[in-house]
C-alpha cells in the first residue's frame, strides 16, 4: 500500500505503542499533529503507524480508536494517516476468533490463547473488540511506502514469502485474515515475530536486497526494541536508531519498558 505524497509535504511514522494511548497522544501533540481534544491537527501532513498498538498496556482498544479517527480526519483535511499490521494485532485478532483452539504442532500444545497471554495480551481489550474494529484491523496493510521510506512492522524478511510486491503481500495477508484456517493464520503470526534482519555484518546488504525488491531509499520498522538493539536501558532511547550502513531505520523506543513513544519525521538524520 503506498499513499502518493507530495514532496513537500510532512511525513511522520510511529513505533510501537502497545497499549499507551495517553503517551501516544503526547507524543504526537508535541509534533503538532494533534489539538488539545485530541483531533488531527497535522493539516496536509501523512503520519502512519507501525503497528502493535494492543498488548502489555492499559488501552489499546483507546489507541487503535485514536488511530481510526485520525484516519477519517486526517483524510478529511487533506492529509493522511495510514496504518501496518503489527504482530500483536494479528494475536489480538487470533485470540478473538480462535482462542484456546489447539494449533496443529510437532513442537507441543500451542494456541493463540496460550501466546497472547505470554505477550501481554489483556482481557480489557478483548472485551472491548467491535465489529467495527474486528473489520479494520483485519484489513490494514503489512507494508507501504511513504517519502521514498519503505514501511514495514517487523523487521524480518518473512514478508518475502508472501509476494513479490507490496500489493501482493497486503492482499496475501488480506486474504488470511479474511478466512478462517488456523494453521494459515498461526503461520502469519508466527512469522511476524522473527527478528533482527538487519543486524550484523550483511545487514546493509539484507536492507538492500529488500529496497531493491520493493522501492524506496531506507527501511523503516518498529517491533524490535531499540535499547535491545544497542544494550541499553529504554529510558537512554532519545531517537530513533539508524543502522545497516544507514539503510535502516528503527522506530520502537520501548514504550512498555519506559522508553519513549517515538513519533518520528521522515527524512531522519542524526543530529551532528
Avoid at 138 to 158: C, I, W
Avoid at 173 to 193: F, N, P, Q, S
Wanted: proline residues 5%; hydrophobic residues 40%; charged residues 25%.
Amino acid at each position: 500500500m503506498s499513499e502518493d505524497q507530495p514532496p513537500d509535504v510532512k511525513a511522520y511514522v510511529v513505533g510501537d505503542v502497545h497499549g499507551h494511548r495517553d503517551e501516544l497522544a503526547d507524543a504526537l501533540r508535541a509534533q503538532g499533529l494533534l489539538d488539545d481534544s485530541d483531533d488531527w491537527a497535522g493539516g496536509d501532513a501523512h503520519l502512519w503507524f507501525l503497528g502493535d498498538f494492543v498488548d502489555r498496556g492499559p488501552d489499546g482498544v483507546g489507541a487503535i480508536d485514536l488511530a481510526m479517527r485520525l484516519q477519517e480526519q486526517a483524510g478529511e483535511a487533506g492529509g493522511f494517516a495510514g496504518t501496518l499490521l503489527g504482530n500483536h494485532e494479528i494475536l489480538l485478532l487470533g485470540m478473538y476468533h480462535f482462542g484456546d483452539t489447539e494449533v496443529p504442532s510437532d513442537f507441543g500444545p500451542r494456541s493463540f490463547a496460550r501466546s497472547w497471554e505470554i505477550n501481554g495480551g489483556l482481557l480489557a481489550d478483548q472485551d472491548r473488540l467491535t465489529d467495527e474494529h474486528i473489520e479494520w484491523l483485519s484489513t490494514r496493510p503489512l507494508m507501504g511506502h511513504a517519502a521514498d521510506h519503505l514501511l514495514m512492522h517487523s523487521d524480518t524478511l518473512e514478508y518475502l514469502d508472501w509476494g513479490s510486491t507490496i500489493e501482493e503481500i497486503n492482499e496475501t495477508a488480506a486474504e488470511i485474515l479474511a478466512g478462517d484456517d488456523l494453521a494459515d493464520w498461526w503461520d502469519i503470526w508466527r512469522r511476524m515475530t522473527t527478528r533482527y534482519a538487519f543486524r550484523g555484518p550483511d545487514g546493509p546488504e539484507v536492507a538492500q536486497r529488500l529496497l531493491e525488491q520493493f522501492g524506496g531509499e531506507r527501511i523503516v520498522h518498529g517491533h524490535s526494541v531499540i535499547a535491545d538493539q544497542l544494550g541499553i536501558h529504554p529510558s537512554q532511547i532519545e531517537g530513533p536508531y539508524l543502522y545497516a550502513g544507514g539503510k535502516v531505520l528503527g522506530v520502537d523506543g520501548g514504550l512498555f519498558v519506559g522508553g519513549p513513544c517515538l513519533v518520528v519525521p521522515l527524512p531522519w538524520e542524526p543530529e551532528d
